[in-house]
């Protein structure tokens, strides 16, 4: 299957700071990137649909100027969260589609957040 | 009601046994199905697809009901290595795609 590399896998930082994680699909080419947050034991969270040149479509809830996105190429999305807080501390994963975004999405390896 | 739900389970099985998943789902607008697994700490990883003519790999067995609005999977023969978290998928068109997951059932099988 296809590969989705994401990093850092796993980022501790002092409340304040902006967090920036990177999603990378290795063999293919991903005009949607999809971010999402899962708590534990809790589900999949969709934050939102990120599409190459275009601005991202985030989800009900979910503040655009909290949680940046970025998707420069089409291989790459970035995601930043700006002014970490310990409520932000969640588990937040990336996925790529190769098509359609009804296509399989392939995912990321996740980023472990820890707010201080 | 939730777009999608699973029991959470957890469901305690020993090895051999065959277990059964369901999933419903809410939107009848509903286009793809899918199964994915996902362990502790891990993302998911796509188990298999589900269409209305069913779809079997292996040990699992995926089925689409439509007019219930409910998908299901089946584990025969479980293995150790089965224990994991299954989260059903299924995609919705509002305009552009987008995914939404269940919960995830939990299940254990024990030697």
């Known amino acids: 299957g296809a590969v989705v590399s994401q990093h850092p896998s796993r980022v501790i930082c002092k409340s304040g700071t902006s967090v920036k994680i990177e999603c990378r699909s290795l063999d293919f080419q991903a005009t949607t990137m999809f971010w999402y947050r899962q708590f534990p034991k809790k589900s999949l969270m969709l934050m939102a649909t990120s599409n190459e040149g275009s601005k991202a479509t985030y989800e009900q809830g979910v503040e655009k100027d909290k949680f940046l996105i970025n998707h420069a190429s089409l291989t790459l999305s970035t995601l930043t969260v700006t002014s970490a807080h310990p409520e932000d501390s969640s588990f937040y994963i990336c996925?790529?589609?190769?098509?359609?975004?009804?296509?399989?999405?392939?995912f990321g390896a996740g980023t472990r957040l820890s707010v201080l | 009601r939730k777009e999608v739900e699973q029991d959470p389970g957890p469901f305690n099985v020993p090895e051999g046994a065959t277990v059964a998943f369901n999933c419903t789902y809410s939107n009848s607008a509903s286009q793809s199905f899918f199964w994915y697994r996902q362990d502790c700490r891990k993302e998911p990883k796509l188990l298999m697809s589900v269409y209305s003519s069913g779809n079997e790999d292996g040990r699992f067995t995926a089925q689409l009901n439509r007019a219930s609005q409910y998908i299901s999977l089946l584990i025969r023969d479980s293995k150790l290595s089965d224990s994991a978290t299954y989260l059903c998928?299924?995609?919705?068109?509002?305009?552009?795609?987008?995914?939404?997951f269940g919960a995830g059932t939990r299940l254990f099988v024990k030697a």
């Open positions: 996925s790529a589609v190769q098509g359609s975004g009804a296509d399989i999405q392939y």
């Open positions: 998928a299924v995609i919705l068109n509002t305009g552009g795609f987008k995914t939404i």
